[in-house]
């Protein structure tokens, strides 16, 4: 059983910049995938960037995309989200997930992840 735990969650200003980290509890396989999604109140998990098994190609949703960033460090069994140019719609309770065997055409579906961290809130304010 793999745990994930998230971190890097706070309050920020529009236009400013959060760093989140996700660490898994042990060493990721060359085919899993690592991914994050975000979830408003009363509504369900969104998409929103992966990087698909060990080849290092980078997946993002249409409302992140040039503004987010995913990257991995396998060594150290890390996924982080590097998010800049917030804006208030990026509020949201934020998760990272583990995929073991995907493959790419469901990277963006939640329902193909296989373990997720607890989610850590981000707000940005206006």
């Known amino acids: 059983q793999v745990q994930l735990a998230e971190s890097g969650g706070g309050l920020v200003q529009a236009g400013g910049s959060l760093r989140l980290s996700c660490v898994a509890s042990?060493?990721?396989?060359?085919?899993?995938?690592l991914g994050w999604f975000r979830q408003y109140p009363g509504k369900e998990r969104e998409f929103v960037a992966a990087?698909?098994?060990?080849?290092?190609?980078?997946y993002y949703g249409d409302t992140v995309k040039g503004r987010f960033t995913i990257s991995r460090d396998n060594a150290k069994s890390t996924v982080i989200l590097q998010m800049d140019s917030l804006k208030p719609e990026d509020t949201a309770v934020y998760y990272c997930?583990?995929?073991?065997?995907?493959?790419?055409?469901?990277?963006?579906?939640?329902?193909?992840?296989?373990?997720w961290g607890q989610g850590t809130q981000v707000t940005v304010s206006s």
């Open positions: 990087m698909f098994r060990n080849y290092g190609r980078t």
């Open positions: 042990e060493r990721t396989s060359s085919t899993s995938t």
């Open positions: 997930a583990l995929g073991q065997r995907l493959i790419l055409s469901t990277i963006h579906l939640p329902a193909q992840y296989d373990y």
